[in-house]
């Protein structure tokens, strides 16, 4: 593997993590075992005692799914990485790891549906107490804390109304209590915000998204600063198993290669795109971190590097317009997620958070005629004349 400290993103994306081979071949093969080999009884007692290198079992480590790890790793700065079978995955390994009965948790509100779910309806059964505050508000952080806060979780910019957290001030809250702050990074990608740098203990993905960006693979990762922490939650995640496999370890190392490229491209897209609907007079708001009108943009400024490819806007026409743009849309695929070359929108009223009941939506500011676009690789051209169709039936 190639020293990736002094090197550029796109080199990076393109060179990390591979692993030399015997036969010579330059992208790391898919090793498809679910066991490896002993040379003898002393071989195989020596690598369970972890007095040598090498692989045992692929729920442990395999070395596809080690080259994929050590990728992202060098992308975000970190030691070590620990793929994980899906971004909720990684999130309960993540939790699992430093929570236990007694302690408490400071989550940001604009948090992924199910990260959220998952601490109420799981971890408070355990015994873990829970806070969901508004990250961008630094006074509710410092309120929420507590004498037995072991964790701060940010996903910043939030879902899906693009809220922004400052990682930096936020480090500064968690140290004060000696809690651990973990953050969703999915939505911007290392190549616009690397959270170590802003003093972030733990950074997460859901490499379904913008790691992997082609829509084919279901996974997460978590990424560690130092050979204590990536030893606990390797332990973690040994235990409970939520693993990536090494056929979806390959296809995400190979979709990492492409990520600067996509990134870029599909932010210049959006750019454009939240331009023009700002200036629609059927759109009521739009949220982009890349727009002076968005509340947080100064702290955009300051801890990312580019704003990223997701857009919310506020249809003036509330719950009727969303839907009515959903069923109307062409080009843009109406589906959840984000991050792939291709452009998708959802009216989270009507679909994702359908079931959560107006006034709990409203809580989370996610109002009758938000609608999230994840802008894609198209041409800025067909996207606009798409939204411009679609709009007209509003």
Known sequence: MHDSKNMGMDTICIHAGLKDNKEGAVVTPIFQTSTFKFQNADHGARLFKGEEDGYIYTRMRNPTVEAMEDAVAALEGGYKALGCGSGMAAVHTLFATVLAAGDHIVCCNAAYGPTIVI???FFTKYGVEVSFVDTSDLDAVRNAMKSNTKMIFVET???????????AEISKIAKQYNAKLAVD?????????????????YIMHSMTKFLNGHADVVAGIIIVNNKEDYTKFRKTLNMLGGVIDPFNSFLVHRGVK???????????NAMEIAKYLEN????????????????QYEIGLKQMSGHGS?????????YDAGKKLMDNITLFTLAVSLGGVE???QHPASMTHAGMGREARLAGNITDGLVRI????ENLEDLIKALEDGLATV
């Open 119 to 121: 601490l109420n309806d």
């Open 280 to 295: 629609h007079p059927k759109v009521e708001k739009v949220f982009f971190p890349g727009l002076p009108s968005h509340p």
């Open 310 to 318: 997701m857009i919310a806007i506020e249809l003036k026409g509330g």
């Open 157 to 167: 910019p939030g879902n899906p109304t693009l809220v922004i957290s400052d990682i």
């Open 185 to 201: 990074n999915t939505f911007m990608s290392p190549i616009y915000q690397r959270p170590f740098d802003l003093g972030a203990d």
């Open 374 to 377: 994840a802008v894609g690789c």
């Open 343 to 345: 452009s998708l929108i």
């Open 258 to 268: 492409t990520l600067g490229m996509r990134v870029r491209y599909q932010a210049e």
